[in-house]
């Protein structure tokens, strides 16, 4: 099984690599690769989501950001960590997975599941943001796009009502609903290599038609 993870995780390194082989992207790219392959002999990734991650970090790295993977934050680990003079920036990638318990409010768990990775994630960086493959969408609250001076006390309890069915052991805390902020949503195009940056208000407007 390690042999064809990491079997994929060079095919995708090399699929980006044939658009841009710079020596210094190059190096950075191989480490994050390394350290999927090392965490996959752990048993701690799975393919699927560690393919996303090398894109994502391939994205950011040619931006010019330090990029790490699976990146410990003390009390939680993100996917993407990233940083670039002052700033930081965590990218968390949503693959759409519903687990078998709840296979009958697939959409309310992925609604409450977004909600509660912004609040918990996003006070550890500067800036957050939520990658998804681009054939998939998922909704957003528009409490998280809000800023936290535009909220409600009515919004925030309505929210924290919405987690509370589905989040209570650690629950999400009233707190971070009012700071929790989303700053953009990367779609990933897997099979190209490439990633798509949206804000989030235009993100909204594009599903906003979709069926729910």
Known sequence: MSEKFDEDIDA???????????????????????????????SLVKINHSVMEVVV????????????????????VCDVYAEKGDGSLIVEVETGYVPPEHALDPLSYTYVRIISKVARYSKFANKFVIATPIDSYFQIDPLLI?????????????????????YKNPPIELEELKSARLHGVMLINVDDAKVLELDPERYLELISNLPR
Do not use: Q, W
């Open 12 to 42: 995708i390194v090399e699929r980006i690599l044939f658009k841009k082989r710079e020596e210094t992207f190059e190096n950075k790219l191989r480490k994050v690769a390394r350290k999927l392959k090392e965490l996959h002999r752990l």
């Open 57 to 76: 970090a391939s994205e950011l790295l040619g931006k010019g950001f330090e990029v790490d993977v699976e990146h410990d934050l003390g009390s939680l």
């Open 146 to 166: 809000k800023t936290p001076n535009e909220r409600t006390e009515e919004e925030i309890l309505r929210v924290k009502e919405l987690c509370d069915k589905y």
